[in-house]
């Protein structure tokens, strides 16, 4: 991932770009700049008011690999406590905003390298006719019918059941006197998968399924 450029300026030599993001979006004033940092380029202004000691220490934080970095009794959440304390909630705020775009950058990246390496056995179990097509489209119809939202909005509950639906079949958890021959309804021979759901990384689910959309589904989208 890409290191942190960092920018020293005085409040009126910020670019305009940068004037307008701060303000409009994130509501601060040039006199209370301290830091901004732009993720999606990873640039950090700073105000040259700011100790050299004090920037090196929020891009160790930005850019820390972990997940926590708020913790009262560590180092970095003491420091952050201090940032909130010593340039305000926004300085504090844009520091949070770039660690957790990174998370999740990070995450995506997981995500991908995953299915990745997964996809040359998805093709071969298709070659090979072992996709019960209609299973499939019985969960994914079950997971329509599901009202809210997922954790993190980024797919639907269609691709969630689907998903949990071949983590049930491939774990053994699935058995045969849950099949839809002794039930009527389609919604009793997936019950599993709202308990499963406690059992597994289900943070990964939107990710994994939002990349498989991205390389199977983006032509018909564009039909």
């Not at 960092?6 to 940068?18: F, M, S």
């Not at 009262?72 to 340039?87: A, H, L, N, P």
């Not at 983590?167 to 839809?180: Q, T």
């Not at 021959?181 to 599993?192: H, K, L, Q, R």
Request: hydrophobic share 35%; glycine share 6%.
């Amino acid at each position: 991932m890409n290191e942190i450029e960092v920018i020293r300026v005085k409040p009126l030599e910020l670019p305009a770009d940068i004037v307008w993001q701060i303000s409009g979006l994130h509501h601060i004033t040039l006199k209370d700049f301290y830091v901004y940092v732009q993720e999606v380029k990873s640039k950090m202004y700073v105000n040259k008011s700011v100790p050299e000691k004090d920037i090196e220490k929020m891009i160790e934080i930005a850019t820390f690999p972990g997940r926590y970095i708020l913790d009262d009794e560590t180092e970095m959440g003491q420091f952050m406590e201090y940032v909130y304390e010593t340039y305000g909630y926004p300085a504090y705020s844009t520091i949070c905003n770039c660690h957790e775009y990174r998370m999740k950058q990070q995450d995506e990246q997981r995500a991908k390298e995953k299915v990745q390496s997964a996809i040359p056995s998805i093709e071969k179990m298709i070659e090979a006719g072992m996709i019960d097509e209609y299973m499939i489209y019985a969960a994914y119809k079950a997971g329509r019918e599901k009202k809210g939202k997922t954790s993190k909005n980024i797919c639907g509950f269609d691709d969630v059941y689907t998903y949990c639906l071949g983590y049930l079949v491939g774990s053994g958890a699935l058995k045969e006197e849950h099949s839809p021959e002794d039930s009527g309804n389609v919604v009793d021979y997936y019950y599993g998968i709202i308990e499963m759901l406690e059992h597994i990384d289900i943070q990964q689910m939107p990710r994994i399924y939002g990349y498989l959309k991205e390389m199977y589904f983006a032509e018909e989208s564009e039909v």
